[in-house]
Nanobody
Framework: VQLQAYGGGLVQTGGSLRLSCAAS????????MAWFRQPPGKGREFVAA????????YYAASVKGRFTSSRDIAKRMLYLQMTSLKPEDTAVYYC???????????????????WGQGTQVTVSS
């Protein structure tokens, strides 16, 4: 699966931003699509994920209630709606895809085979 993420930018604390990820290539039916982020000087961390078939969602505790991940099956698009943004949300955000993940493996970046290029999100204080 080829992925292309976009929509990052500079936003003030408390603001909102929506990231998009376009998927092409294979049929996505049994895929898990996810968002990860990498803050400056830190490792890559899980943000959110969606099962393409069924739409079940999973969130990191740090973003639950503020971020919403969704997908548009017809458009083959993955979205991350981010609200109440904080400076600690500043990071490069990546979309990723993997086939047939069990729940226990969804949260680890090592489980994902396909990655889009990152998009920078900067939240100013």
């Amino acid at each position: 699966v080829q992925l292309q993420a976009y929509g990052g930018g500079l936003v003030q604390t408390g603001g909102s931003l929506r990231l998009s990820c376009a998927a092409s290539g294979r049929t996505l039916g049994n895929y898990v699509m996810a968002w990860f982020r990498q803050p400056p000087g830190k490792g890559r961390e899980f943000v959110a994920a969606v099962r393409w078939s069924g739409g079940s969602t999973y969130y990191a505790a740090s973003v639950k209630g503020r971020f919403t991940s969704s997908r548009d099956i017809a458009k083959r698009m993955l979205y991350l709606q981010m609200t109440s943004l904080k400076p600690e949300d500043t990071a490069v955000y990546y979309c990723a895809a993997s086939y047939g993940l069990i729940v226990g493996r969804i949260y680890s970046y090592t489980s994902y085979d396909d990655w889009g290029q990152g998009t920078q999100v900067t939240v100013s204080s």
